[in-house]
């Protein structure tokens, strides 16, 4: 494999990185009776990384021209690893490790990835996978663990998801400037209004994870209406949980902005990295949770019809030719707690059961590094007719996000008994 140079989303999400700030993403994989042994696992995967060369490749290159290139030294021992604990753990114990290792630094000098296997006291086991973010998105990270991890008779994994880039740059001139001018008009700074989770943020880290069945919260969405969606659903539900943990912890708050990555990838495309966003206003005053997915889907719907993800991702890629210090400059402003208060990812997983070696996934939480001044982020991936939910914090600003998580399942419990 020859040297790959690094994508300017790549090198944006590798500066980002700091003392405080890791740049990679989890999937913890919450695995069965009959779960593999580390070195079982390892020779599997060894096996199978000829389907996903990247993983055997670093940063190398220089300054000017930084690159991915295969790592001559690649040694599978040091990517696939039993974790350092003493003894099997139960849930709150899971959650420890992987809150410990989440804090923890991948080693630059070798291919930007790392597979801890947790036993489990249930007799079961879990693999904590971290894998920089610049290597993978949410999107190409569900690749990586088709090619790695599921078994191949049950890996049927999430088809990339069909891009409106292209119609969105198509579109005519005046169009263009319409949209642009109406995105701008929703995401400026909100003065006056801070975030709770608007904080100098350290180097610790505390996880929670919850789990709410995929379909009757989809026909929730699909019964109240307008066509409300499983994705307007999932920030509600989110939202209601925010706000329980709110009244607990800080008083009422009227509305969140909540920051909603989305992908751009093409089918078949193999970019680690290509996504944008919106911003919607969730409105946690409202404590009746199907008028909260109404006024969340309009808010949504608003930034669909007018394309503010891809009207974002052209500008920055145009600005990006005539200054790279004015992209820089209007990076810096969309990473503003007073654009938005709280990223929420959602990204398909496997939408059949799937198995590692033989012991079957019974969970698979994702987890997404915060940043600075946002306290607190969320990510969601489904698995076999089940989402999700894994909630990354900073302890110090943001307290007990296991609350957070119940909050979030009992929501979606009364929004499903609701309609």
Sequence with gaps: MEAVPLTPEDRA?????????????????VLGAGAPNVEALRGAITERLVGAPQLTCRLGGDADAPAWVPDEAFDAARHVVAA?????????????????LFA????????????DAVPLADGGGALVWRIHHALADGTAAMRYAKALLWDAAEATGPSASASKTTAAR?????????????FLARE????????????????????????????????????VGGGATLNDAVLSVVGGGLRRWLEQEHGRLD???????????HAGDEAGNRDS???????????????????????????????????????????????????QFVERVERSPR?????????????????????????????????????????????????????????AIVADPQTIAAGTEAEAATLIAAV
Excluded: Y
């Design 13 to 29: 999400i590798l500066a980002l990185e700091s003392a405080t700030i890791a740049g990679h993403t989890c999937k913890v994989v």
């Design 84 to 100: 350092d604990v003493p003894e099997p753990v139960d849930h709150d114990g899971l959650r420890a490790v992987v809150a410990r």
């Design 104 to 115: 923890e630094r991948l080693d630059r000098a070798r291919p930007l990835w790392r597979i």
């Design 170 to 182: 198509a579109a005519d001139e005046a169009r263009r400037r319409a949209h642009l001018a109406r």
């Design 188 to 223: 400026r700074p909100h003065a006056g209004r801070r975030s709770p989770f608007d904080g100098h943020v350290g180097t610790q880290r505390e996880v929670a994870f919850a789990t709410v069945p995929l379909a009757p919260l989809h026909d929730a969405a699909k019964a």
């Design 255 to 265: 509305s969140v902005r909540v920051k909603v990555p989305v992908s751009l990838h």
């Design 277 to 327: 966003f919106f911003a919607v206003a969730v409105p946690l005053g409202e404590a009746d949770p199907v008028a909260r997915l109404r006024a969340v889907h309009h808010a949504t719907l608003a930034c669909k019809e007018d394309h503010d993800a891809e009207t974002l991702d052209a500008l920055l890629h145009e600005l990006g030719r005539v200054s790279p210090r004015l992209e």
């Design 339 to 395: 654009v938005f208060a709280l990223n929420v990812s959602n990204v398909p997983g496997p939408r059949e059961p799937v198995a590692v070696l033989g012991a079957r996934v019974e969970a698979m939480h994702s987890l997404a590094e915060i940043g600075e001044r946002h306290a607190l982020r969320v990510a969601v991936v489904s698995l076999a007719g089940t989402l999700c939910f894994g909630f990354c914090a900073d302890p």
